[in-house]
């Protein structure tokens, strides 16, 4: 799935959890959107969709959080928790979509995210086709309903600039590779 889906269901973990305690919420969205992306710091650092992606052990520590924050919920307790939980979703949720390679329509690479609990890379099951896939665009904005409908202000318009952006990257998506391939190669 591409980056704005998940920063958008991040953000939607915030809406949440601001529909249960409004004075916490911004402290959510703002921790789910930077977990939600998180895991695709690995493009740059290490091996995407393995060295940052944990699509079982991340789900440990958010528990963890998520037992601390409802205990002590204070803004920076709440935005880890969502985060970590991002994240986790983020990690679980690339199994859904394409293998790693610059045309996933043409399904080459099966190999989906690593999964260090288990020690191989878990099969991509394409529900999702590809990131960029107008089923992508479609996750990305059924999850934006609830955040446009929870928050106003910043996140909001975050939210509404995500989707558009996702919707531009759609539009281009399939003719994307011939201008990567030369740097990725």
């Not at 790693?100 to 099966?110: D, H, I």
């Not at 952006?165 to 759609?170: C, D, K, L």
Request: with cysteine; glycine share 10%; hydrophobic share 55%.
């Amino acid at each position: 799935m591409m980056a704005p889906t998940h920063v958008v269901v991040g953000l939607a973990l915030g809406a949440a959890v601001a529909t249960v305690e409004p004075t916490l919420g911004t402290a959510a969205a703002v921790g789910g959107a930077v977990g939600g992306a998180a895991p695709d710091v690995d493009l740059f650092v290490g091996q995407h969709r393995r060295t940052l992606h944990a699509p079982a052990l991340l789900f440990v520590p958010a528990a963890l959080a998520a037992g601390f924050a409802l205990v002590a919920p204070t803004p920076l307790s709440v935005a880890v928790a969502v985060g970590l939980l991002a994240a986790a979703v983020h990690s679980a949720s690339d199994a859904l979509g394409a293998g790693e390679e610059l045309r996933p329509w043409e399904r080459t690479n099966p190999d989906a995210v690593y999964c260090h609990a288990a020690g191989r890379w878990l099969r991509a099951r394409y529900v999702v086709p590809y990131d960029g896939a107008p089923r992508d665009f479609l996750v990305t904005a059924a999850f934006a309903v609830p955040v446009v409908l929870v928050f106003a202000g910043p996140i909001r318009w975050l939210t509404l600039a995500l989707v558009a952006g996702a919707g531009v990257y759609t539009a281009l998506r399939k003719r994307l590779p011939k201008y990567f391939e030369p740097i990725v190669e």
